[in-house]
């Protein structure tokens, strides 16, 4: 096999899209001023991306467990084989962990999570003073962490497409 299955190519982008909007809406909630309609709604529909994006991680790793990555190139060094499963394998966690953690936070401000305004999330932690801002700082610190590792991501690809032409882009494109 030499490319990912279509469900695979479909989530992938799917979720680097979400996770792109949910970064721009993120950055774009937090310096607006006071507590306005506009900046509520914007932090719902940044929860209900997170909630999203959670959900589909478990799906994709699961697809991912039946259905394994293509084999990389012979022409691949070994220490790069080993990188980009490192990569990956830390992208996972993080696309598991950043929403986890906003969602733990929004708790801890005693904020629950209703998901499309409709479905309410399970409350698994009470309004705490005291995690509220470390959850935050561990929220803020993931979503960093996850922006530099996604640009490493993406130019690893970039660099693999036009520099080594050697088909990895073209595995996980449409």
Not at 148 to 167: E, Q, Y
Request: charged fraction near 15%; glycine fraction near 6%; include cysteine.
């Amino acid at each position: 096999m030499t490319r990912y299955t279509l469900p695979a190519i479909v989530l992938h982008w799917l979720m680097a899209l979400l996770i792109i909007w949910a970064f721009t809406l993120g950055l774009r909630m937090v310096d607006m001023p006071g507590l306005t309609p506009d900046k509520l709604k914007y932090f719902s529909w940044h929860k209900w991306l997170g909630v999203t994006v959670l959900g589909l991680a478990c799906v994709r790793l699961l697809w991912r467990v039946f259905h394994p990555a293509p084999a990389y190139p012979a022409s691949m060094p070994r220490w790069q084989q080993k990188a980009a499963n490192g990569l990956h394998a830390f992208l996972y966690l993080l696309i598991f962990i950043v929403p986890l953690s906003g969602y733990f936070y929004s708790l801890a401000d005693g904020v629950p999570v209703v998901y499309l305004g409709v479905i309410p999330l399970p409350v698994l932690m009470e309004k705490n003073a005291v995690w509220k801002p470390i959850l935050k700082e561990l929220h803020d610190t993931l979503t960093t962490v996850l922006l530099v590792v996604f640009c490493l991501h993406v130019l690893a690809a970039l660099k693999h497409h036009f520099i080594d032409k050697d088909g990895i882009f073209k595995r996980m494109w449409l």
